[in-house]
């Protein structure tokens, strides 16, 4: 019963209690997979003119290296130490240049 092995290891998987092996149910839910930018995150924060974000990511660490929440996947930021802001949607990297 090699399926009912595999789908134990899977995450987010539950078992009923009280049945026997031969009769497991489960329910598995479902994660889609990312489908890349743009992300719904872009209409969802008020639009913050690019020249005060410079000025905002200039004085905080010294370049104007940042991106909108919407524009950037959770790959991109795998490596890059940012900073979020999550009222106006705006991710401030800590390095002046993205891995």
């Not at 497991?24 to 839910?29: G, K, S, T, V």
């Not at 930018?37 to 905002?56: G, L, M, Q, R, W």
Request: with cysteine; proline share 6%.
């Amino acid at each position: 019963m090699a399926s009912a092995r595999v789908a134990s290891q899977a995450t987010n998987v539950k078992k009923r209690k009280g049945k026997k092996m031969d009769d497991l149910e489960f329910d598995i839910e479902w994660i889609p997979e990312d489908t890349g930018a743009p992300y719904e995150a872009d209409d969802k924060f008020p639009d913050v003119p690019a020249h005060s974000i410079d000025k905002i990511c200039k004085s905080k660490y010294g370049h104007t290296n940042w991106a909108r929440m919407g524009q950037m996947s959770p790959t991109d930021l795998v490596g890059n130490p940012c900073e979020f802001d999550y009222t106006n949607g705006i991710i401030y990297f800590k390095n002046e240049t993205l891995i």
